[in-house]
DNA sequence: AAAAATCCCATGATATACCATCAAAGAAGG
DNA sequence: CCTTCTTTGATGGTATATCATGGGATTTTT
């Protein structure tokens, strides 16, 4: 939960959100993140869903289709465990923070049991087209909980 | 639940009103806040309504779909716990506080199982825009059990 | 040996817990 | 019916703990 802005030191160091530490924590003292496939941005997670993703991936795709197949090649071959140390914090690495064009600022975004990690402005941009989006289709939502 | 008043100081701490606060504790010692999404206002929860709200999503829109992945998004990125002190505050946040344009004083409005926070200014228009539409509406709801 | 990664300590900022005061509401007694 | 006492809730202030972040120092890798 929740939007964070932290600070990404030259040495490629960020703080993890005490609030997503404290989570992961109870589990493990890593996480891990790969290139989003859908956006400019990084996503991590407990090393756990990241399994359970890629069964749910299973079950919703077709077995043997061909794009099942490429899709868990891609998240598994480009995930990564990053551990975080005392303070709390892990080091991106320069494929990550290129792909999401990242540079000295990390907005972490909580999606749940996942979280995103976005360039500032990136985020804002996506997160206006969201707003948008969601206020265009709010008709067909106000069934489902009442936001 | 009725409509209460209370100032939010320098450091943005509100009291929750004591009934709000009787009903939440029965679950625990948390509230989620977050931007309502149609409304200048805050809007508050306990957190399993927000959890149920998640997994309603989960099982009505498919796993690849973007509405679903934007919701999520939207929801987790901007709702946060709050806990609340033995007196009862709770610590709004620059956003949140910004969104509501709230400064010094905080309006509570129950609204079933959630609630919203407003500026007063801003609730009197809201509260007139509903009266107003209501008695518009009224013809209808005259044969519906008389109000 | 140079570069990169990891660990550890120091510091400033901020959220949180805690204590004290004050006002309002209600109960009990004259 | 009014007064006084008690309780509860809101608000202000302050201390404490936590967290983000910077800067080495130490270790590992290539």
Same mark, same amino acid.
């Given at each position: 939960?929740?939007?964070?802005?932290?600070?990404?030191?030259?040495?490629?160091?960020?703080?993890?959100?005490?609030?997503?530490?404290?989570?992961?924590?109870?589990?493990?003292?890593?996480?891990?993140?790969?290139?989003?496939?859908?956006?400019?941005?990084?996503?991590?997670?407990?090393?756990?869903?990241?399994?359970?993703?890629?069964?749910?991936?299973?079950?919703?795709?077709?077995?043997?289709?061909?794009?099942?197949?490429?899709?868990? %090649?891609?998240?598994?071959?480009? =995930? !990564?465990?990053?551990?975080?140390?005392?303070?709390? @914090?892990?080091? $991106? +690495?320069? #494929?990550?923070?290129?792909?999401?064009?990242?540079?000295?600022?990390?907005?972490?975004?909580?999606?749940?049991?996942?979280?995103?990690?976005?360039?500032?402005? %990136?985020?804002?941009?996506?997160? =206006? !087209?969201?707003?948008?989006?969601?206020?265009?289709? @709010?008709?067909? $939502? +106000?069934? #489902?909980?009442?936001?």
């Amino acid at each position: 939960m929740d939007t964070i802005i932290n600070k990404v030191d030259t040495k490629g160091r960020v703080s993890l959100p005490s609030d997503y530490r404290a989570i992961v924590k109870e589990l493990s003292t890593e996480i891990v993140c790969y290139r989003s496939l859908t956006s400019p941005c990084i996503e991590g997670c407990a090393e756990e869903l990241l399994e359970k993703i890629a069964s749910d991936m299973e079950t919703s795709l077709d077995f043997f289709s061909q794009t099942q197949d490429d899709l868990t %090649n891609l998240i598994f071959g480009d =995930a !990564r465990r990053f551990s975080f140390d005392s303070t709390g @914090r892990i080091l $991106l +690495t320069e #494929k990550l923070l290129k792909h999401a064009q990242i540079t000295d600022t990390a907005v972490f975004v909580g999606k749940g049991r996942k979280f995103q990690i976005w360039n500032p402005e %990136n985020w804002e941009k996506e997160e =206006a !087209r969201i707003r948008a989006e969601i206020f265009k289709n @709010r008709p067909s $939502l +106000t069934n #489902k909980g009442g936001m």
